[in-house]
């Protein structure tokens, strides 16, 4: 039989913000829901709830209302542990600012996840070998991450995404500091992911990398616009 849960569901999602000038809900009741192996494009104007859509995705922040299913199970009422081993196992985030360790090696920014999830030194050295490679960074595995560009930068930061081997990947605007030939390169990562069978979900304020993608999902004022 053929499953078809979904790999992610937001339902009715609500996150409100207590401003000065009263009640700002940066999610208006967002349901969504995505397959295993699909490719999301999220769009919209600046402000419109995007990464916080995102994050909560990704329980890096939490709805105020509303609830996440992965894999068709709630984590309303998962503890901290079992959140922070959903997303260390399960999720790779990837930002548009990287977030790598500036005064690590390529290699050790890497091996971090790995560490976190227990895996031993033989497993993470094949592991680390074999992301770097998918993102052809392998030859600047002993280089300082501050010594990198922004595209090799990027690179890194997707090869740590995927060093778990994520259900799940959720990118922020990846290619909002990047020129467009490095924005050609990590755009044709995600292709391939894609093609993989990966789940992605692509934020962008571009049309054309968002026209890659097999579905596109726009977003007003906290809202998905169908
Ligand atoms: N901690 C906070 N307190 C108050 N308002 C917030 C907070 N975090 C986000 N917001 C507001 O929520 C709205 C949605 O923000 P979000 O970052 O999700 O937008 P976005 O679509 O990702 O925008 P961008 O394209 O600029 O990244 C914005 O108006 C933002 O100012
Ligand atoms: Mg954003």
Sequence with gaps: MEDNTPIIEGRHLFKKYVLHQGDYYALNDVSISVQSGEYVAVTGHSGSGKSTLMNILGSIDAPTSGEILFEGISIKDYTEKQLAQLRNRSIGYVFQSFYLE?????????????????????????????????????????????????????????????????????????????????????????????????????????????SQAERQIRMKDGKILS
Aim: overall charge neutral; charged content about 25%; glycine content about 6%.
């Design 102 to 210: 500036p005064n690590y090696t390529v290699g050790k920014n890497v091996e971090m996840p790995l560490l976190i999830a227990g895996y031993d030194a033989r497993e993470r050295k094949k592991r680390i070998q074999a992301v770097l490679e998918q993102v052809g960074m392998e030859k600047h595995i002993h280089q300082k991450a501050y010594m990198l560009s922004g595209g090799e930068k990027q690179r890194v930061s997707i090869a740590r995404a995927l060093v778990c081997n994520p259900k799940l990947i959720l990118a922020d605007e990846p290619c909002g500091n990047l020129d467009s030939e490095n924005t050609a390169i990590v755009m044709d990562i995600f292709h391939k992911l894609h093609q993989e069978q990966k789940t992605i979900i692509l934020i962008t304020h571009s049309n054309e990398d968002a």
